[in-house]
């Protein structure tokens, strides 16, 4: 069964694969990978200069030195997996490399590698981080898995910024089998430049104007004028020199002397201010792009998504009129979306963009952030596909988003004004990770509940002082409603419910730099002893039944003789094969959905039907004019067949505005095919496969690349899935422990 895979952003997003890293000592003077073909140490032991993470090594995993079925030389790495290893835990050999004589530098790591044994795959991986531990970079492979028996090279490539301290590097290995690892290097492949960071300053109403103008006709060539030179083009450079050059004009005949100069180059064919085109060279081909979607470069590379130049006989076609708009008062221009072509290429024939310099962009630097609201606006522009729902006036956020960014003060500045940017399209995928990602939480859960902001669950011995239902009166010295006005600005969501949880995770979110939070409470047990607590904070724990907002029953569970409980966000495929025959035989069945499901979630509704079954409607877009105005869109879905054993039981659906994208697209068949009553509140209304892409500086933004419609045609967008059965929690439940939400669920399976 194929489906739609479904990822979504951080914080909030199923993230990477986790990489444990334990920092082990670096040998002095070390440069380079330590031990690469692994022809030192003694067979069976663990490579010297590598090593086995603890946690990884107590599940049972294995690194050793041997000598058979290696690349080259005498010796090489082998990892041995482990069947039923604890959740979330994979074979990890690694090592630290220091980052001195790397940073700024583009850089190649390289192994050989092949693997051997049923359900397994490894992937390389390599990560870059700062003195501080902030993470600066991670390619883990995770869309790219190695499962080929026979011996192949793997690349990772990365710019390495200048504050890179040292590189983590490793194998993977997930299932029973085997990897084999060989021939490990990283190399400097070219160097990195980096200009002096232009400081902030106001835009004047003329470098309004000129920025304006600039990103409309950037926007124009770089997505809908098909030359090869423009498609050669480095468009991240290039709009940062073209902010740099557009700038300054003092009057609109410098601009278009300045947009000339610029775009003639990689568009001979675009006419600025010309009331009759130039006549345009004909060929024997037609040259036009096709974009279902568009094909952006980001961490997701095997997406959905593509951007294709077309090449197809000229006879007997007529080529598309020219595009035509104004780019500001007085400046209109001419932009070709197909183009003739012979033998040699594009007509007229010009050179090709010369292969510039590399260059470690920064966010401090001005013309860098205005050339990143070029870059991101555009997108958004030409490809985002829910501004009729959403209704927002993204013509009025450009000047907005540039003056902003010309003003920021430094990286972080700049993120905020990138997330605003992203929270005006009401997209619950979108969102906005910087450089510097570090994400601490305390022991302790708070949530949204009846309107205040409550401690919901508390880590076993770890924050004695607090209880759940205490309400949270201050954040680090900062009034609840606050701090909450001072983010919710900034949180991109298509339902109020989405949001909320959102906020609810931001403000659990610790100060990075003193690794703790301070909350003002009021006791629910003693509601005039307000208290003050500072706790520790830590990494997020992914899945762990104690960070939960509810306290949920293990992920199995037998409620009442015959009702069974099943976390659907917890269970993992095997699990879900050894319950098979339990729900079989069930009188009752609850389905928790809160949160973002693992394949069981359609793998559950198969054993529902007995017929098949289908998702929702996916449309992408194929825009074929710039500004989405000959935009039309191609429906597609996939089929659920319909499984033994037939699960006769009593069914319901615990959901709430957790569930997002993969959740409310099996949700989605709940609701349409009536498989069973829904309980609890309306999911996050956002659902298709995420678009992220890279900005200078080190920014990715998140966003949805398509738009989904429900079974009968109807919006999904904003609305989510309604609960038949709506229920919530009260402040009272929470103190009391209770998870409410399952509670009804409970009564709606008994009373059915």
């Given at each position: 069964?194929?489906?739609?895979?479904?990822?979504?952003?951080?914080?909030?997003?199923?993230?990477?694969?986790?990489?444990?890293?334990?920092?082990?000592?670096?040998?002095?003077?070390?440069?380079?990978?330590?031990?690469?073909?692994?022809?030192?140490?003694?067979?069976?032991?663990?490579?010297?200069?590598?090593?086995?993470?603890?946690?990884?090594?107590?599940?049972?995993?294995?690194?050793?030195?041997?000598?058979?079925?290696?690349?080259?030389?005498?010796?090489?790495?082998?990892?041995?997996?482990?069947?039923?290893?604890?959740?979330?835990?994979?074979?990890?050999?690694?090592?630290?490399?220091?980052?001195?004589?790397?940073?700024?530098?583009?850089?190649?790591?390289?192994?050989?590698?092949?693997?051997?044994?049923?359900?397994?795959?490894?992937?390389?991986?390599?990560?870059?981080?700062?003195?501080?531990?902030?993470?600066?970079?991670?390619?883990?492979?995770?869309?790219?898995?190695?499962?080929?028996?026979?011996?192949?090279?793997?690349?990772?490539?990365?710019?390495?910024?200048?504050?890179?301290?040292?590189?983590?590097?490793?194998?993977?290995?997930?299932?029973?089998?085997?990897?084999?690892?060989?021939?490990?290097?990283?190399?400097?492949?070219?160097?990195?430049?980096?200009?002096?960071?232009?400081?902030?300053?106001?835009?004047?109403?003329?470098?309004?104007?000129?920025?304006?103008?600039?990103?409309?006709?950037?926007?124009?060539?770089?997505?809908?004028?098909?030359?090869?030179?423009?498609?050669?083009?480095?468009?991240e450079t290039f709009a940062i020199d073209g902010v740099r050059k557009v700038a300054p004009a003092a009057s609109n005949d410098e601009l278009i002397a300045r947009l000339?100069?610029?775009?003639?180059?990689?568009?001979?064919?675009?006419?600025?201010?010309?009331?009759?085109?130039?006549?345009?060279?004909?060929?024997?081909?037609?040259?036009?792009?096709?974009?279902?979607?568009?094909?952006?470069?980001?961490?997701?590379?095997?997406?959905?998504?593509?951007?294709?130049?077309?090449?197809?006989?000229?006879?007997?076609?007529?080529?598309?009129?020219?595009?035509?708009?104004?780019?500001?008062?007085?400046?209109?221009?001419?932009?070709?979306?197909?183009?003739?072509?012979?033998?040699?290429?594009?007509?007229?024939?010009?050179?090709?963009?010369?292969?510039?310099?590399?260059?470690?962009?920064?966010?401090?630097?001005?013309?860098?952030?205005?050339?990143?609201?070029?870059?991101?606006?555009?997108?958004?522009?030409?490809?985002?596909?829910?501004?009729?729902?959403?209704?927002?006036?993204?013509?009025?956020?450009?000047?907005?988003?540039?003056?902003?960014?010309?003003?920021?003060?430094?990286?972080?500045?700049?993120?905020?004004?990138?997330?605003?940017?992203?929270?005006?399209?009401?997209?619950?995928?979108?969102?906005?990770?910087?450089?510097?990602?570090?994400?601490?939480?305390?022991?302790?859960?708070?949530?949204?509940?009846?309107?205040?902001?409550?401690?919901?669950?508390?880590?076993?011995?770890?924050?004695?002082?607090?209880?759940?239902?205490?309400?949270?009166?201050?954040?680090?010295?900062?009034?609840?409603?606050?701090?909450?006005?001072?983010?919710?600005?900034?949180?991109?969501?298509?339902?109020?419910?989405?949001?909320?949880?959102?906020?609810?995770?931001?403000?659990?979110?610790?100060?990075?730099?003193?690794?703790?939070?301070?909350?003002?409470?009021?006791?629910?047990?003693?509601?005039?002893?307000?208290?003050?607590?500072?706790?520790?904070?830590?990494?997020?724990?992914?899945?762990?039944?104690?960070?939960?907002?509810?306290?949920?029953?293990?992920?199995?569970?037998?409620?009442?003789?015959?009702?069974?409980?099943?976390?659907?966000?917890?269970?993992?495929?095997?699990?879900?094969?050894?319950?098979?025959?339990?729900?079989?035989?069930?009188?009752?069945?609850?389905?928790?959905?809160?949160?973002?499901?693992?394949?069981?979630?359609?793998?559950?509704?198969?054993?529902?039907?007995?017929?098949?079954?289908?998702?929702?409607?996916?449309?992408?877009?194929?825009?074929?004019?710039?500004?989405?105005?000959?935009?039309?869109?191609?429906?597609?879905?996939?089929?659920?067949?319909?499984?033994?054993?037939?699960?006769?039981?009593?069914?319901?659906?615990?959901?709430?505005?957790?569930?997002?994208?993969?959740?409310?697209?099996?949700?989605?068949?709940?609701?349409?095919?009536?498989?069973?009553?829904?309980?609890?509140?309306?999911?996050?209304?956002?659902?298709?496969?995420?678009?992220?892409?890279?900005?200078?500086?080190?920014?990715?933004?998140?966003?949805?690349?398509?738009?989904?419609?429900?079974?009968?045609?109807?919006?999904?967008?904003?609305?989510?899935?309604?609960?038949?059965?709506?229920?919530?929690?009260?402040?009272?439940?929470?103190?009391?422990?209770?998870?409410?939400?399952?509670?009804?669920?409970?009564?709606?399976?008994?009373?059915?």
């Amino acid at each position: 069964m194929a489906y739609v895979p479904i990822i979504r952003p951080a914080p909030t997003i199923r993230p990477l694969v986790v990489i444990s890293l334990t920092f082990a000592a670096w040998a002095f003077g070390q440069t380079g990978v330590a031990n690469p073909g692994f022809e030192a140490g003694e067979k069976g032991s663990v490579p010297p200069g590598w090593f086995v993470p603890a946690a990884v090594a107590n599940a049972g995993f294995t690194a050793t030195v041997v000598t058979e079925g290696c690349r080259t030389g005498a010796q090489c790495a082998l990892i041995t997996g482990v069947s039923n290893p604890p959740p979330n835990m994979f074979g990890n050999l690694m090592q630290n490399v220091p980052a001195a004589g790397y940073t700024l530098h583009r850089v190649r790591l390289r192994s050989a590698i092949r693997v051997e044994g049923p359900n397994t795959h490894a992937q390389m991986w390599l990560r870059l981080d700062r003195a501080d531990n902030s993470m600066v970079f991670l390619d883990n492979m995770q869309a790219r898995p190695i499962t080929s028996s026979s011996w192949n090279t793997y690349d990772i490539v990365v710019n390495v910024p200048a504050d890179v301290a040292r590189m983590a590097l490793g194998v993977m290995l997930f299932g029973p089998g085997k990897a084999w690892v060989d021939d490990c290097s990283i190399d400097n492949l070219a160097e990195i430049h980096k200009d002096p960071n232009e400081p902030p300053h106001p835009l004047t109403s003329r470098e309004l104007t000129n920025l304006t103008a600039f990103t409309k006709l950037y926007g124009y060539v770089r997505f809908f004028h098909p030359s090869d030179q423009a498609a050669a083009t480095d468009w991240e450079t290039f709009a940062i020199d073209g902010v740099r050059k557009v700038a300054p004009a003092a009057s609109n005949d410098e601009l278009i002397a300045r947009l000339q100069e610029l775009f003639r180059p990689i568009a001979p064919l675009v006419q600025i201010n010309v009331s009759r085109p130039a006549p345009m060279p004909t060929g024997p081909e037609m040259v036009r792009y096709e974009h279902h979607g568009v094909k952006l470069a980001g961490p997701i590379p095997n997406n959905v998504y593509t951007s294709d130049r077309k090449r197809s006989p000229a006879a007997g076609q007529t080529i598309p009129q020219p595009f035509e708009a104004d780019l500001v008062p007085g400046i209109h221009v001419s932009v070709p979306v197909a183009v003739y072509a012979n033998a040699e290429g594009t007509l007229p024939h010009a050179p090709l963009p010369v292969s510039g310099a590399l260059y470690d962009r920064s966010a401090e630097d001005r013309a860098t952030r205005i050339g990143d609201i070029v870059i991101a606006w555009n997108v958004f522009q030409h490809f985002y596909p829910y501004f009729d729902v959403v209704k927002t006036d993204w013509s009025a956020e450009l000047p907005k988003d540039l003056r902003a960014a010309s003003e920021d003060k430094s990286a972080a500045d700049f993120q905020l004004t990138l997330r605003r940017l992203v929270a005006a399209l009401k997209d619950g995928h979108g969102n906005v990770m910087g450089p510097r990602v570090r994400y601490l939480q305390p022991p302790i859960t708070m949530d949204w509940i009846e309107g205040h902001f409550v401690v919901t669950r508390v880590q076993k011995g770890k924050a004695d002082a607090v209880a759940p239902g205490d309400l949270v009166l201050k954040i680090d010295g900062t009034a609840i409603e606050q701090a909450a006005d001072k983010i919710r600005p900034l949180i991109s969501g298509a339902t109020k419910h989405w949001i909320d949880y959102r906020l609810a995770s931001e403000l659990s979110t610790c100060d990075p730099d003193t690794k703790q939070i301070t909350l003002e409470l009021e006791p629910y047990s003693s509601p005039t002893n307000i208290t003050t607590v500072t706790l520790p904070c830590g990494n997020p724990q992914n899945k762990n039944p104690e960070t939960y907002t509810e306290p949920r029953p293990d992920k199995i569970t037998e409620l009442e003789a015959g009702i069974i409980y099943v976390d659907l966000d917890r269970v993992t495929e095997q699990d879900w094969t050894a319950l098979v025959p339990r729900l079989e035989k069930a009188k009752g069945i609850i389905f928790d959905m809160r949160g973002y499901p693992g394949q069981p979630g359609i793998q559950a509704l198969a054993h529902l039907t007995d017929s098949t079954i289908r998702s929702a409607k996916w449309n992408i877009a194929s825009a074929a004019l710039p500004d989405r105005l000959d935009s039309p869109f191609n429906e597609s879905g996939w089929d659920v067949q319909p499984q033994t054993p037939y699960f006769t039981a009593r069914r319901v659906f615990l959901t709430d505005g957790r569930a997002i994208s993969y959740a409310e697209t099996v949700m989605g068949i709940v609701e349409h095919y009536k498989l069973g009553e829904i309980v609890g509140g309306p999911t996050a209304g956002t659902n298709g496969n995420v678009n992220p892409f890279t900005l200078p500086g080190g920014f990715t933004i998140t966003w949805t690349g398509m738009k989904v419609l429900k079974h009968d045609g109807s919006q999904h967008h904003g609305i989510g899935i309604v609960p038949t059965v709506p229920a919530s929690r009260t402040r009272k439940g929470v103190a009391e422990g209770k998870d409410e939400i399952l509670l009804r669920g409970l009564e709606v399976v008994k009373a059915q």
